[in-house]
């Protein structure tokens, strides 16, 4: 079962092993044997205690550590034999079971550690589908608020103006930073009400100085302005009148982090002027939401630009998805299920092909193809297995046989499936659509 290899948690781990691990296999079974000199100078091994209890302090280490340190720890407890053993030569049953019971200790700790990380890992995973989401359900709500005065006092919609947004980023080259970073803040201009703004870039977590798009005629910003570094701090919205607020006199009104679902820094965006009555909480929750599913779209663009190249017609959700998943299984050994469902032509093919997406699962990823013969549905089935896999077809078996009075035959229906674990995974995905097109 692979490990995760290249995690922020793993290289922590890897830092902590550096400087305190070796340390501590070398000081526990230290400490313990001097305790054991203390109670008893004449058996400091506890050899004829009954127990032998010094070798709790090695069992302990690898417990903690893991087997190499819990076998330092008892190479200590050896060396330490020729000044206060009690027999010039070392007792072998002594050694050799002590060893033992540290080897399984340290067995024990690496197989529950192992665990510890995928579990870790798939939480991280739905934490971010989670606050995926979140984004997309405040943005839902906020737009259903406001849709009746955007309609009388905008020439276009929100959603209308949200599309927009996302062609014009697909459209650009990706692994370009904020690009589109000008046009998304004329659209915030006109649809929160800005004066006067600038977003800056960041790159390893620190701001550049030169902004990327300007909106108003003062260009006069800084990225060391109190509100930007108490912004960055906190990594969120903060305005002038935000609580708990101790930073020296700004000239911003807003500033706000750009981050993306993952947690990484990737811009700022400072507002110095804008009306007085927009300084509200509803205007600054649309504000920070609309920035928010921006810096998602260009997380998804750059992401998915390696499978659209294969498949253009894949909708980037469902490629960022794929690709998401194709790390978590990297990284975790887990893999994940797209199964192509295959309607053929027939008289009932219409029904039973609205029938199975209507009741797809709510964690999967639906890509509807519907071609002048076949009709496809391309589901994503993150972290599922075969036996998943089986349950899903078998659940689909009895909605046609419930819903429809018809069984897969009759429906024209058929499966082909592929791992994400597969080499060339999207590759093997593409034949199999290829194959089915037509």
Known sequence: MPLLSNTPWRQYAIRRRTWWQWAEALLVPGVGLAVALLVDPQDAFTRHSGFPWLWLAPLLVALRY?????????????????????????PAAY??????LVMIGGQFSGLWNTRERRVQELN???DQRMDQLARRYHLLRLSHERLEQNLISRPQTLRDSLAKLRDLLASLPPHEGLSAAQPFLDFMTEFCQLEGAVIFAAQKNRLLPDPVALVGRDAAYRVDDPLIRFALDRR?????QSEDIDVSPSDLLVALPLTNSMGQLMGLLAVKQMPFFALTDDNLQMLSVLSAYYTEQIVVRDSAAALLEVMPDCPREFAYEVFNLQRVQRETGISSVIVVQIFHPGRNQREAFELVRKHQRALDQVWAIDTTRNRLLVTLMPLATLTSLEGYLARIEHLLGE???LTLQDAGYETRHVELSQPAGWLLLQDVLNANRY
């Open 66 to 90: 893991g087997v190499l340190p819990g076998l330092l720890s008892g190479g200590v407890l050896l060396a330490a034999w020729p000044v206060w053993g009690d027999t010039p030569v070392p």
């Open 95 to 100: 050694y050799i079971g002590g060893l033992i």
């Open 403 to 405: 819903q429809l009075g």
């Open 236 to 240: 969120e919205l903060c305005h002038v």
């Open 124 to 126: 991280q995973y739905l």
